[in-house]
């Protein structure tokens, strides 16, 4: 070696930069004192294919494909690889690496330079974690936002509604998993706000999610949230309820529609307080506190095998029956004269009154909807008054009070004879202006239950 390739190895060992050197074959025979310093190593152990030992696992396959393709083509190498330092500590480096050329084209040796990045990666994380924060905040302030319920505080003095306070005044204190029962349009998903606001975790979110809205496809991955890759369009990592809700509530409503798989997986979060993404394999702690809802009667759907028992007794530690507005009648007029004048802000309108009729009329009906059908008809009518709030009776009518067969006590010879008629009559129709839960007064996702729950073929209805 030559006094001048002497001071160019001197001069490239006192760099403060990591470089390296290969033969044209991509054998690695050069590493400078600063890259050895940083490592740790002796040079022997790095040489050849020595150094793929200090590259971490997770980051080798693509970091030798990348060398390799490099090689293939003549072409720049560039890549980001976690390295094994000299303290034990992996650290991200951008490498790079090109090839010098003879006359006639022909690779002669190959240089390259390593640049530690892992300030760049931290602050990477530090912005993922970020945005992972605040599209938690935004999901949570959307189901705030966009809650099924109309009230703001629970509105009644009737001892029915009375009970059911003293219930959630008690387990609100606790961190109990809560089961709430009730037809459809009861306030469910209000008394689950109330629980959760009067908590503990009343700072955190309250997320809501309808389990009988979602595709049976979607709902692992709506509640646990998936990883990249973990199935066909899923382009990014996804958080789901679980994670939104870190620290608060979720509230599941309409918990007996879950899918089977579906069921398990959430019987094993609630036992052992983490899961997994879909796709991934990696545990994320729950700190989260479950409301689960539903309207169908989970007894008969355990005894029918749609509902495991198992989840069934991990949900129900403490079961809160929400009464239907046909047990609230003193409720009624408070009910009435809180929406009008909620409904008359809404509209610009300054309606003062309701007349006795109206209320007489409101009263005197059975709501098959309760509360949702209630709110419904006090809208309507607030668009049509001027001053004074008026019911035309008309709009009851289509709902008959007080049916001899009307839903509620599923599984009944005379419920399954109600619904088959009503189906028969809408040949089989079950949503829609003309279908049979038009005819029958109740949403479409309750008479889909039922229909389940009968197991009443509604397809042979349709060719009436």
């Known amino acids: 070696m030559s006094e001048q390739d002497i001071d160019y190895r001197v001069l490239i060992d006192a760099t403060p930069a990591l470089l390296f050197a290969a033969r044209p074959d991509g054998y690695i025979d050069y590493f400078n004192q600063r890259w050895l310093a940083y490592l740790g190593v002796a040079p022997a152990s790095l040489q050849g294919r020595g150094w793929t030992n200090v590259v ?3 980051d080798l396959r693509e970091h030798v494909r990348r060398w390799e393709e490099a090689l293939a083509s003549g072409e720049p190498a560039i890549s980001q690889a976690r390295l094994r330092t000299a303290n034990g500590e992996y650290r991200w480096m951008l490498h790079r690496t090109e090839a010098t050329r003879d ?24 912005l993922h974690e970020l945005k992972d924060q605040l599209y938690k905040e935004n999901i949570a302030l959307r189901d705030e936002i966009n809650q099924t319920s109309m009230f703001e505080d629970i509105v009644g003095s009737s001892a029915a509604l009375r009970r059911v306070l003293v219930l959630v005044a008690k387990v609100a204190a606790t961190d109990s998993t809560v089961l709430i029962t009730g037809e459809t349009g009861t306030g469910k998903e209000l008394i689950a706000r109330a629980i959760h606001k009067r908590s503990a975790r009343a700072a955190r979110p309250f997320v809501c999610i309808s389990c009988g809205a979602m595709a049976p496809s979607l709902i692992m991955s709506e509640l646990f949230g998936h990883e990249k890759g973990a199935f066909t369009g899923a382009s990014r990592r996804h958080l789901g309820r679980f994670e939104v809700a870190e620290g608060g509530t979720l509230f599941l409503d309409e918990v007996g529609e879950l899918p089977a798989e579906t069921q398990i997986t959430l019987l094993r979060v609630l036992q052992e307080r983490n899961f997994e993404r879909v796709g991934g394999s990696t545990p994320i702690p729950a700190d989260v506190r479950v409301i689960a809802a539903t309207n169908r009667d989970l007894g008969r759907a355990m005894q029918e095998g749609a509902f495991r028992s198992d989840l069934y007794y991990r949900l129900s530690v403490f079961p809160v029956y929400v009464p239907p507005l046909r047990e609230r009648a ?14 008359a802000a809404k509209a610009g309108k300054r309606i003062t009154a309701v007349s006795p009729r109206a209320i007489d009329l ?5 709501w098959p909807g309760n509360i949702r059908e209630l709110q ?5 009518a607030v668009i049509l008054c001027d001053t004074t709030l008026e019911i035309d009776e008309t709009w ?8 001899a067969g009307r839903l509620g006590r599923p599984s009944t010879s005379e419920e399954k004879q109600l619904i088959e ?18 005819r029958l007064g109740i949403p479409r996702t309750t ?18």
């Open 56 to 58: 971490h696992p997770d």
């Open 103 to 126: 006359a006639s084209g022909s690779i002669v040796r190959w240089y390259g330079s390593s640049v530690d990045i892992e300030p760049l990666k931290r602050a990477e994380r530090e």
């Open 330 to 343: 003193g409720d009624i007029r408070l009910l009435v004269e809180y929406l009008t004048q909620r409904y």
């Open 362 to 366: 409101l009263t005197a009906y059975d």
């Open 376 to 380: 419904n008809v006090i809208e309507r």
């Open 396 to 403: 009851l009518e289509k709902r008959p009070a007080r049916h």
């Open 421 to 438: 008629r009503a189906l028969a009559g809408a040949h089989g129709r079950v949503s829609g202006p003309e279908g049979a839960a038009a």
């Open 447 to 464: 008479l889909e239950s039922r229909i389940r729950s009968l197991q009443i073929d509604k397809h042979r209805f349709r060719s009436l």
